[in-house]
């Protein structure tokens, strides 16, 4: 990798305003003086090879992405576009799964990512469920637009690229931004995300070589690993691929994979550990629910709080985020955000 230390710098910076450390402050995380971060930020140097993975999870991203300079998924080009079909049992955005909405997770992947500006396809109810806990989505620094089918309109003829995510599934697991910032960097290509499972035979099964571009079941050269890895549903792309598609909603997955066949399409391979739940019946929700309910307790904090994260992403002040811990003060959600108000004040 060629190194480009002011762009490294500037990465520096930028992602270090992004989650409110002073230049002080990170240095006395990193264990470094306030003036060696200086430098980093100035171009004059680069964080020593014994420090710079910590320098990276301080500042919520990876060590490649550090070096490349890359704060990509930053980039207001980036859009979101969110793919939610009727469900036969009645399963909608409003399914409470254990303590909060399942929208709340599935625009949580988008917020984590700083991607602002969100197109939702859905039911009209699933849509009263947005306007209602989201609104436009200014309150939390998004700009949400539901609609019932895809407008095609919105990416032809526009630079740029898209973040989908098809369905209700949650996905849960370590350093999880660093794997999505992966699939983010390559913007000439489509990238799925891949999870390793012992289930074999499974329809969404993929294949792919050293290089981590996908290949058919058939072909030399794929790479041989312990376990069976399938895609699930969460897509990079770039927006002329969008364009391309004339589908219905629950075959526009399976629309792009068929249009590229496996041209430029590659697979970001999630650790082991990782946890991808589809919620499509009622025994999805219960067993999701006790999932996310030992998590919390495990953990004791609130996983998808997308106040909190839209404050940590910067995408809300600190000033709304106490709004919305007076909003909610009578509730454990409500009482969790307030818990690390005192890190509004420090920063």
């Not at 004059?44 to 919520?60: E, H, M, Q, R, Y």
């Not at 999880?176 to 489509?190: C, E, I, N």
Request: charged share 25%; proline share 2%; glycine share 8%.
């Amino acid at each position: 990798m060629t190194v480009d230390i002011e762009e490294v710098g500037k990465a520096i910076a930028y992602l270090r305003k992004r989650a409110g450390y002073t230049q002080m402050e990170l240095a006395e995380r990193v264990g470094v003086s306030d003036k060696a971060v200086s430098k980093w930020e100035r171009g004059l140097g680069l964080p020593d090879t014994s420090i710079i993975g910590k320098v990276a999870i301080l500042l919520d991203t990876d060590t490649d992405s550090l070096l490349a300079g890359d704060v990509i998924h930053h980039d207001t080009s980036w859009r979101g576009l969110l793919l939610v079909d009727e469900n036969p049992y009645g399963i909608g955005l409003g399914t409470v799964i254990y303590d909060k909405p399942l929208v709340y997770f599935l625009l949580g992947y988008f917020m984590l990512m700083g991607v602002r500006n969100i197109d939702i396809v859905c039911t009209e109810s699933d849509r009263s469920i947005v306007e209602k806990e989201f609104g436009t989505g200014a309150g939390y620094g998004l700009n949400i637009s539901c609609m019932d089918r895809l407008d095609q309109t919105r990416y032809q003829n526009t630079p740029g690229n898209t973040m989908i995510v098809s369905g209700r599934t949650i996905i849960y697991g370590v350093d999880q931004t660093r794997f999505f910032q992966k699939a983010m960097f390559y913007r000439d290509r489509v990238t799925i995300l891949s999870l390793p499972k012992k289930k074999m035979g499974h329809p969404s099964r993929i294949y792919f070589n050293e290089e981590k571009k996908i290949v058919s079941s058939e072909d030399e050269g794929h790479l041989v690993t312990q376990y069976a890895y399938h895609q699930i549903p969460v897509i990079f792309c770039p927006n002329n691929v969008i364009e391309g598609v004339r589908t219905d909603i629950s075959s526009f997955y399976q629309a792009i994979m068929e249009r590229l066949d496996g041209e430029k399409l590659y697979t970001v391979a999630l650790d082991r550990g990782f946890v991808e739940m589809s919620i499509d019946t009622w025994d999805d929700v219960m067993d999701a629910s006790m999932f996310v309910k030992s998590i919390q307790n495990a953990c004791g904090m609130q996983i998808y709080c997308v106040e909190e994260i839209a404050w940590r992403r910067g995408l809300i002040s600190g000033e709304q985020l106490r709004t919305f811990a007076k909003e909610k003060s009578d509730t454990e959600y409500g009482r969790y955000i307030q818990s690390f108000l005192s890190e509004v004040n420090s920063k």
